[in-house]
């Protein structure tokens, strides 16, 4: 999996990029963690390209909504396939995280 960084403003995007398993998820969870990203007023995930998410990935986001939460920073995911959607959807975490279908919308909430 590779993650990428797209900063604008007061909004980062991390954009994700193959399968977010249990090896990957820690890079991810590395990028979560750093300090700065908490300075931001938005977090935006372009989940595009994502193609699997596992139970640990799943978990890295659940881990850190708590301290975004805190800081004030909005965490979006956008641009979800279908596949991946289900997993948040069987599981809940639809109604705990914000989705939206495009980048649009998640720029604009």
């Known amino acids: ?3 990428t960084q797209q900063a604008s403003d007061n909004i980062l995007t991390l954009i994700l990029d193959g399968e977010l398993d249990a090896s990957s998820s820690v890079l991810l969870d ?14 935006l995930i372009d989940c595009q390209r994502l193609n699997y998410i596992s139970s640990a990935g ?17 965490l979006v995911f956008f641009n979800m396939q279908e596949k991946v959607h289900n997993v948040f ?8 995280m914000t989705i939206v279908p495009s980048a649009a919308e998640a720029t604009a909430i």
């Open 1 to 3: 999996m590779k993650v």
């Open 30 to 43: 590395t990028e979560l963690a750093k300090p700065e990203i908490l300075n931001y007023q938005k977090v």
């Open 58 to 74: 799943l978990g890295v986001f659940i881990s850190h909504l708590q301290s975004f939460q805190d800081a004030g920073v909005k």
């Open 89 to 96: 959807e069987i599981l809940g975490l639809d109604a705990l």
